[in-house]
């Protein structure tokens, strides 16, 4: 059976991605500039008998299909996409980890922009719903998230309110995102650890993984427009709920 592969581009992505796992880079390609900083990742593949080599730009644009490949792009391994088993929650629940769960975030965009925002905050457990409108992580998604992709790990579920009854028998308080009529606080409880969910970019949160939350939360605006992005109000509600603690 030939290994699902996807490509990284830029060079702060395939550094994150050489780093934490140098075998899964099966190939290596690059522009003649960026090859005078990649020197141990060439010296490392060489040793595996792996290909890299220097190519001209509008070749990293058909090897990664797409204009944006920072000049250089490796072709790696998929990730294989697991549900967390109990044992997992109730580590989760003691280390008090914060927990981002994405219900059918559609866009590869908004999802590699979340897991950017959830690395630079430090939540590295990230939950998306296995239904056809997730998106997964892609070759779009890891360009965008620069390298945050490789400081967390990304579960797939397939019962997103059952996993958050479970977090919430853990000890987790769980707030779901809304556009509107949610706790503009936040409803955060000491020394409980919390759980965010963020929803689809045209539907919200389905009304049974809504129900199943502790709460939900707002972000107040003028009213002047009717929503924010999703990866945008992701970033404040993660900032507000998990980013505030460490200051």
Known sequence: MKTKELTICGLAAVKARFQNEPASILRLFFDNATGRKVGPMCKAL??????????????????????HHGGIVAVVSAPTLLSPKPSDLKLWAA???????????????????????????????????????????????????????????????????????????AGYSVMAAATRGGHPE????????????????????????????????TIPGTGAVESLNVSVAGAILMWELFGRTKN
């Open 186 to 217: 936040g409803g955060k409880v000491a020394n409980q650890p919390v759980a965010l969910v963020m929803g689809n970019e045209e539907h919200g949160i389905t009304p049974k993984v809504s129900a199943a939350c502790t709460r939900q939360v």
């Open 95 to 169: 280390k008090k980890n914060p927990v981002l769960m994405l219900d059918r975030v559609g866009n590869a965009h908004n999802l590699g922009a979340l897991i950017r925002t959830a690395a630079y905050l430090g939540v590295t457990q990230i939950v998306i719903a296995d239904a056809p409108e997730s998106a997964r992580p892609n070759d779009a998604a890891y360009r965008v998230a620069e390298g945050g992709m490789e400081q967390v790990t990304v579960w797939l579920v397939r019962d997103l309110p059952r996993l958050i009854g479970d977090l919430r028998a």
């Open 46 to 67: 060489a040793a595996t008998r792996k290909v890299y080599r220097s190519v001209e730009p509008a070749e990293l644009v058909k090897i990664s299909g797409s204009i």
